[in-house]
């Protein structure tokens, strides 16, 4: 199991950009396929995207292709989901998520979550 803790959401602006950090606890990080995922209000939770163990491969929704980069350290257990050119779109509850897979693109592979966090973006 793999503890989660998500961080760098708030409110910002039209254009603005934003990198969400998730620290992940336990010696197996390195093992674990991450992803992010999003749930907009009165939405479905979505995939984001995902990267993979070694962090060699990613992954992302067609919605978010050119303007969210995902990246891991796997020497700070942290994964992080940079967010360039924020719309008023892209407002929602943010969460990580942890695959034994070292390869996850579905969300039923992710068994671990964090609590999420709140990004909100003005026009």
């Known amino acids: 199991q793999v503890q989660l803790i998500e961080s760098g959401g708030g409110l910002v602006q039209a254009g603005d950009s934003l990198r969400l950090s998730c620290a992940a606890s336990g010696r197996t990080f390195s093992r674990y396929g991450m992803g992010w995922f999003r749930q907009a209000p009165g939405k479905k939770r979505a995939f984001v995207s995902g990267i993979s163990a070694s962090g060699g491969s990613t992954f992302y929704a067609d919605s978010v292709k050119g303007r969210f980069t995902i990246s891991r350290d796997n020497a700070k257990n942290t994964v992080y989901l940079q967010i360039a050119s924020l719309k008023p779109e892209d407002t929602a509850v943010y969460y990580c998520?942890?695959?034994?897979?070292?390869?996850?693109?579905?969300?039923?592979?992710?068994?671990?979550w964090g609590q999420g966090t709140q990004v909100t973006v003005s026009s």
């Open positions: 998520a942890a695959s034994p897979r070292p390869i996850a693109a579905m969300e039923r592979d992710y068994v671990d």
